[in-house]
């Protein structure tokens, strides 16, 4: 029961990390921020679905 309890306790290792100057980040979540930043790009540089349709009345 205490193995339990104590496995528990004790961080899980991050994995690989960038190190830039003051700044520390795990690749994975380095990776994620980075989609994110092109996802929010293309949602502001490709136009809606049928915003340049011609009013042909």
């Known amino acids: 029961m205490t193995s339990q309890l104590s496995s528990l306790t004790h961080p899980v290792p991050a994995g690989a ?3 830039w100057g003051f700044l520390t ?3 994975a979540n380095l990776i994620v ?3 994110m930043i092109v996802v929010f790009v293309l949602a502001i540089l490709l136009p809606f679905p049928g ?3 011609d009013d042909q009345s």
């Open 17 to 19: 990390v960038v190190q």
């Open 25 to 27: 980040i795990t690749v």
């Open 33 to 35: 921020i980075l989609a």
């Open 51 to 53: 915003a340049r349709e």
